[in-house]
C-alpha cells in the first residue's frame, strides 16, 4: 500500500503548523542534512534503475528485472521524497553538499588498494596456506593493480590542485 499525502505532502496529518519550525541544534541539523542527503545520493541510483539502468562489467552486472509498472511507482515515490526533503531543506535551512568526484574517486582507491594487497599470498595466508603456485601468478597481478591505483591517486591529486 502506497502512502497517502495530502497537498502539503504530509502523510495524513501533519504534527507542526508551517511556520513553527523549532530551532535546531548545531548536531541535530548536521544529523538531519547528512541522513538526507544519503537518501538523496541513493535516490539517484533508484532512479537510474527505474529508467532502466544496468551496468555490465567483468566481474560485476546488473540485472534490471523491473517491469514498467514498478518503475513508474519507484519514479512517483522518488519524485514524492524528494519533494519532502527540498521541504525540509527550506525549512532548516539546510545547505547543499557538492561532492568532488575527483576525492571520492581517490577515497575508493585508497580503500580498494588494502583490499588488493590483501589478495597477494601474504594475506592469503591468515586463510591457509596457499599454492605457491597461486601466490606466483596472483602477486604479480595484484601488485600491477596496485601500481594502477596508485597512478590514479596520483593522476586525481594532480587535477584537484590544478582545478
Not at 541510483?45 to 511507482?73: I, M
Amino acid at each position: 500500500m502506497r502512502p497517502r499525502n495530502d497537498a502539503k505532502g504530509c502523510k495524513d496529518v501533519c504534527i507542526m503548523p508551517v511556520g513553527s519550525i523549532p530551532n535546531l541544534s548545531e548536531a541535530h541539523h548536521s544529523r538531519i542534512r547528512i541522513t538526507l542527503t544519503l537518501l538523496d545520493e541513493a535516490l539517484v541510483k533508484f532512479e537510474e534503475w527505474a529508467q532502466g539502468r544496468e551496468v555490465h562489467s567483468v566481474l560485476y552486472h546488473e540485472t534490471n528485472n523491473l517491469d514498467p509498472e514498478r518503475r513508474a511507482f519507484l519514479l512517483a515515490d522518488i519524485a514524492a521524497i524528494r519533494g519532502i526533503i527540498q521541504e525540509l531543506k527550506d525549512d532548516l535551512h539546510l545547505r547543499e553538499s557538492s561532492q568532488d568526484l575527483a576525492k571520492t574517486i581517490q577515497g575508493h582507491c585508497y580503500i580498494l588498494w588494502v583490499d588488493v594487497l590483501e589478495m597477494t599470498g601474504k594475506y592469503l595466508r591468515g586463510f591457509g596456506e596457499p599454492a605457491p603456485e597461486l601466490v606466483n601468478y596472483l602477486d604479480p597481478k595484484a601488485y600491477r593493480i596496485l601500481q594502477y591505483l596508485d597512478h590514479l591517486k596520483a593522476l586525481l591529486t594532480k587535477a584537484g590542485s590544478s582545478g
